[in-house]
């Protein structure tokens, strides 16, 4: 190196020279040496990429290759790149069965995972690869926590299937297993869209929680602004790795950090757009974990202002039409933003990871002539946001629906209970549901779960059964939105804790309304009381193991359902 590019250097490696640096680190080099690292190459800026590629699924498949652009752009930028690994769940592998109790917890060890290594081996700089439902806020906490000059980068959606000129995703598979049960189609015509759901790597293709989380990170500011939107697939991506392996070196030279992103302001800008893009409920818990790890004082109540005063823009499944990639073909992210930004539905003076305010960086976003995936603010799907929070005498603390505009607003009918969510699903299948009923599955939530599960396969169920529109399902687990009727999730607090959804009984008469943002039991408070005064908590499904550990630290869903006190 000559003395310019030393100067440069010394600018940027600060962190890391505590490990390598001096004679008393010679161990530690020759360690590194022993994998072929140089001493010019320890002379740079140490980068991570934390990556959490897996075989398991294809949303993180092909994040193996995006990493190696990764380290192309670190290189060129005189960085020496340093991958490592953590663990990646699949939501959608796992649905229905004991595996995804693993899913929310994943989110956790992810965090734990990439804030030890970092930690431990003192970081100039991280670029850590995501590309499913928890992979993504498991990152992003990390970075948060870690607050060194780093950045995320999705790994983009998967491309639609094609059933019958048809475009299909694994929503789809869902809502055929239902229609299969009833007896509307074929075991041959589910296996059929079985086979072509999910044509390739990516993500989840519809507004699901990937791709709303993917549009949140770049809302926020800690993905560069258009880099989610490009499709796993798509040429493209091999550049935009490429860019973000160089812009982690700008950030360490301009001091950017992730606790600069992470405001008020940014938190409300992710809300708007979750709830513009009717997105997945997952977004609230996510939102709020991020709060909790900058020390940013953020809650329901403020969620629900945000979306009661968004309107509805994006046209998306699972609850519209289009796919995350005819929003790439539309304008993207980019454009979505500037729409919002012009119409004073988010904020454009926050601060994103290239150094431009939200505004700056999408002042030149260009809109896709004639395209529909998102309408104008003066012609809504529908006026007020897709997130709804309700409370009442069943969840003090809140419970989240998600709307788009043709679900019920109002349903009052009795309770039918199960304790877990295989029995719902085997009840629904087997006909035993019928309009009017109001599916209670309890005992899923943070601790109870363990790990709050989503019920995408029984919600989807009911609606491939034609009972969408007159089936209500209250879960304290989760629900991504996967559907099209009244589906209300993250009842807090949950039944192990002793929550109203705890003390529920058979027949009970329920009623939501959602104008009223009302959730209630036809019980008096004496009946609830007396009821209180004889429950007992059930044995915790694990006693032992990191679920049981989990238990033991997950707060409440309307806490974010953090572990990270």
Known sequence: MDEKQLKTVGRLNQRSRTLVEGSDRAAARAMLKAIGFTDDDLAKPLIGIANTWTEIGPCNFHLRKLAADVKRGIRAAGGTPLEFNTISISDGITMGTEGMKASLISREIIADSIELVARANMLDGVVALSSCDKTIPGTIMALIRLNVPSLMLYGGTIYPGDYNGQPVDVVSVFEAIGAYAKGDITYEELQAIENVACPGPGACGGQFTANTMATISEIIGICPMGMADVPAEDEEKANVAYRAGELVLQLIDSDVRPRDLFTRKSLENA???????AGSTNSILHTLAFAREA???????DIEAVSKRTPVIADMRPTGKYMALDLYKAGGVPMLAKRMIEADLLHGDTLTVTGQTLAEAVANAQET??????????????PTGGLVVLRGNLAPRGAVAKLKGDEPTHHRGPARIFEREEDAMQAVQGGQI?????????????VGGPGMREML???????GQGLGQDVMLITDGR?????????IGHVAPEAMVGGPIGLLQEGDIIEVDVEQRSIRVELSDEALEARRAAWQAPQPNYTSGVWAKYARLVAQADDGAVTNP
Request: glycine residues 10%; proline residues 5%.
């Open 271 to 277: 809300i708007a757009v979750a709830a513009a893009t």
């Open 479 to 487: 629900f991504s939105g996967g559907t099209r009727g009244l589906m």
């Open 295 to 301: 020390g940013v004082e953020f809650t329901l109540d």
């Open 369 to 382: 002539p004639d395209q529909q995936v998102v309408r104008s603010v003066d012609n809504p799907i529908k």
């Open 457 to 463: 396969s029984v919600t989807a169920a009911i609606v």
């Open 434 to 446: 019928k309009a009017g009923d109001v599916v209670v599955i309890r005992y899923e939530g943070p």
